[in-house]
């Protein structure tokens, strides 16, 4: 009479762990820096930064509500630019780096925006220190170490940091011209004025109104998040997200287990069957 119940009990776990293991996660800890908690070392956490604990780029630097400090910036052709284009419209402000895996997928995704919302946003990129430079320490790193990540020597993305600005305009117009990036690119100084300003983080995006207020703030940046957010503003609603032509994030590398656990449950279940039909039959 117990047989039953017992059958049962493996095949909810099982069914557990196969939920847990095939449920969808970014690139993983130790090949690139965590999506949704990139830690920030201790020697890059300054007077903007969260209370003590655990600091993410959500909490360090310019906050919504904020207004964010018009700072000077290079165009790419090396000639002075503003961070911002103060033309009466609200702008999406994304950061990035070529060495940096992350923004070589999200930025194609965020230039996608240009086109969607045509000349009611402002889609603008933030060329900054790189993130996982070749020969040099990754800012990134406690032990100020250099970590290229596995994607970037698979990619053979492996360049150093820039020593002069002509070396950061060189990156930057390589970014623009590998990621087929169609939207301004500004790029900060050798100071990096902006990447301390927007908090450090090597992909982060603000929504600013046309006042350059801060409207919304990622520490990461997400795109259905990001089109959400501009819906929002603009009075809209929520919309679909568009296809994208940037390689996706990394898939769930557990495929092989899944199919295992799945037979194992299709068994479980059989069993369960078998059981029940000749328990039924002895009834009869």
């Known amino acids: 009479m117990h047989r039953y119940p017992r059958l049962l009990v493996p095949l909810l776990v ?18 690139d820096i965590q ?3 990139g830690k920030l070392p201790a020697d890059l956490v300054g007077p903007n930064a969260a209370p003590p604990g655990k600091p993410t780029f959500q909490d360090v630097g310019v906050q919504p509500g904020q207004v964010l400090g018009d700072l000077g910036t290079r165009t790419i052709a090396g000639g ?29 995704q965020a230039d996608e925006l240009r086109q969607r919302f ?37 990619e053979n993305v492996l360049y150093p940091q820039p020593r002069s600005l002509d070396d950061r305009l060189a990156l930057a117009t390589m970014f623009r011209d590998k990621l087929a990036i169609t939207s301004d690119i500004v790029v900060d100084t050798m ?14 995006a603000l929504l600013l109104d046309p006042d350059d207020r801060v409207v919304a703030r990622f520490g990461w940046y997400k795109h259905q ?19 994208s032509d940037g390689a996706p994030l ?29 328990r039924s039959a002895r009834t009869d």
């Open 14 to 31: 099982v069914m557990s762990i196969g939920a847990l293991v095939g449920s969808p996660r970014t690139a993983s800890a130790g090949e």
């Open 35 to 37: 999506l949704d908690s």
């Open 80 to 108: 002075d630019d503003t961070l911002l284009p103060h033309n009466g419209r609200p702008t999406l402000l994304v950061s990035g780096s070529y060495t940096c895996p992350i923004s070589r997928v999200t930025c194609p």
């Open 118 to 154: 045509g000349d009611r946003v402002n889609v603008r990129f933030v060329y900054v220190i790189e993130a996982h430079p070749k020969g040099d320490p990754s800012p990134y790193s406690k032990t100020h170490e250099e970590d290229v990540t596995t994607r970037n020597v698979r």
């Open 191 to 204: 100071a990096n004025d902006a990447w301390f300003e927007l908090g450090r983080g090597p992909n982060t």
């Open 225 to 243: 998040a990001a089109i959400d957010a501009i819906d929002r503003y603009l009075g809209v609603g929520s919309a679909p997200v568009m296809p």
């Open 250 to 278: 990394e898939a769930p590398s557990h495929t092989l287990l899944i199919v295992v656990l799945c037979v194992l449950a299709a068994g479980l279940a059989m069993r369960i069957a078998l059981y029940l039909r000749d």
